[in-house]
């Protein structure tokens, strides 16, 4: 997804070399923590719908948020440890 100008614009990809292993999400899309972890979900309506557990980073061209890679490591297995196996 893309606004430019003010004009939302659906984006995603699809190489014609692929057999459709690589396509991307179309659209906006958000994450949603359900009972069995996390699953994405395409095409939606608004960006930052209450249940949707992605956060902005990026805005036009300034960084909101700084992170390391440690922190991202360590909430990506926080977040696994959570899901019920």
Do not use: W
């Amino acid at each position: 997804f893309g606004r430019v100008n003010g004009e939302d614009r659906i984006i995603f990809k699809q190489p014609k070399t692929d057999s459709g292993e690589k396509n991307s999400a179309h659209g906006l899309v958000k994450v949603i923590k359900g009972p069995n972890g996390y699953e994405l979900v395409e095409r939606c309506a608004t960006i930052g719908e209450p249940d949707d557990e992605m956060r902005p980073v990026f805005l036009d061209g300034t960084l909101l948020i700084e992170q390391s890679l440690s922190d991202i490591r360590r909430r990506l297995s926080e977040s696994v440890a959570e899901v019920p196996v």
